[in-house]
Nanobody, 121 residues
Framework: QVEFVESGGGLVQPGESLKLSCTAS????????MAWYRQAPEKQRELVAF???????TYINSVKGRFTISGDSAKNTLTLQMNSLEPEDTAEYYC???????????????WGQGTQVTVSS
């Protein structure tokens, strides 16, 4: 079982910044991709940012230019730098790592436990 340590969430005012971090407790044989999702109250979970092994990344339109995803496969760590936060960014944020734990393991996606981000004046 893979456990994650997530940190960086909290309560901030509109326009402020937060940096979320997520580290897996287990070393992976290989990592296919890393990502951050979020889920606001009474809304579906949505993919916020996606990081490919080649370093390319994609974002949902509402966070483009404000959020930056980065990751270190060797350290099983990913981060999400969030700038110019808006009340609409309020949600529980979840990190994921998709990969194989061993050479013969199936490809699977592992989820962090979530960290709350609240943007309010």
């Amino acid at each position: 079982q893979v456990e994650f340590v997530e940190s960086g969430g909290g309560l901030v005012q509109p326009g402020e910044s937060l940096k979320l971090s997520c580290t897996a407790s287990t070393n992976f044989f290989n990592i296919e991709n890393m990502a951050w999702y979020r889920q606001a109250p009474e809304k579906q979970r949505e993919l916020v940012a996606f990081l490919n092994p080649d370093g390319t990344s994609t974002y949902i339109n509402s966070v483009k230019g404000r959020f930056t995803i980065s990751g270190d496969s060797a350290k099983n760590t990913l981060t999400l730098q969030m700038n110019s936060l808006e009340p609409e960014d309020t949600a529980e944020y979840y990190c994921t790592i998709t990969g194989r734990l061993t050479e013969t393991s199936i490809l699977a996606t592992y989820w962090g436990q979530g960290t709350q981000v609240t943007v309010s004046s």
